[in-house]
């Protein structure tokens, strides 16, 4: 079974909500920020992501939202789905690019 | 491609074994890393590469070697396994123009 994920913050929605999922990072030198999703016993999958100069950028049924003066990244994921269940981290780079700081991850339940 | 793979799936040891994790990536990418990820601690690194004959070391790393020898692999070796280190490892790879990491499946490795 998946151990992973055990004590994480759970965000639980309607199918067809929109959802947002925060994260705090603590690196003010951080320039690259990404979103990853992880389904049960499966690898951390690349959703979004987005550079230190830019404040907003879309996906499909994706938005990342970064707030520099507050160091604040959002997910917002629209119309959610039961497929999107499934924890979902957010990574900071403070360049180089040979390494990534992740959050402990938020788990999100949509139900129908 | 097969992207980035990772044997085996599943292991369990006793106190004091070692063993090798196998990791190999197809996608020519200069960049390898490992993480282990515990309950409610996200991701954390142990080692990470960036080109064949150059390893160093992450967040994490006592208790682990690596080694590149060539482009596509990057194996992880523990030299004697301890309860501590039970957990669930990836290993990932990417190229040197982006941070975004491209994950293998997973080991999951219990000591018992």
């Known amino acids: 079974g998946e151990s992973v994920g055990l004590h994480l913050p759970t965000l639980s929605v309607q199918e067809g909500d929109n959802s947002i999922i925060n994260c705090a990072y603590s690196?003010?030198?951080?320039?690259?920020f990404i979103w990853y999703k992880q389904e049960s016993g499966k690898g951390p999958q690349f959703i979004i992501d987005?550079?230190?100069?830019?404040d907003k950028r879309q996906g499909q049924r994706v938005t990342v939202l970064l707030n520099k003066t507050v160091k604040h990244l959002s997910l917002q994921i629209a119309a959610t789905q039961p497929g999107d269940s499934a924890v979902y981290f957010c990574?900071?780079?403070?360049?180089?690019?040979?390494?990534?700081?992740f959050g402990a991850g938020t788990r999100l339940a949509v139900h129908p | 491609n097969a992207g980035v793979t990772q044997t085996p799936k599943f292991q369990v040891l006793k106190t004091g074994q070692s063993m090798t994790l196998q990791c190999a990536q197809d996608?020519?990418?200069?960049?390898m890393s490992w993480y282990r990820q515990d309950p409610g601690m996200g991701l954390r690194l142990i080692h990470y590469?960036?080109?064949?004959?150059?390893?160093d070391q992450g967040e994490v790393p006592n208790g682990y070697n690596v080694s590149r020898s060539t482009t596509e692999d990057f194996p992880l070796r523990l030299l004697s396994a301890a309860p501590s280190q039970t957990s669930v490892y990836f290993c990932?790879?990417?190229?040197?123009?982006?941070?975004?990491?491209?994950f293998g499946p997973g080991t999951r490795l219990t000591v018992l």
């Open positions: 990932a790879s990417n190229t040197r123009d982006t941070p975004v990491l491209f």
């Open positions: 987005i550079r230190s100069n830019m």
């Open positions: 590469s960036v080109g064949a004959g150059i390893t």
């Open positions: 996608m020519n990418h200069e960049y």
């Open positions: 990574a900071e780079s403070a360049g180089g690019y040979n390494k990534l700081i």
């Open positions: 690196n003010s030198a951080s320039d690259y």
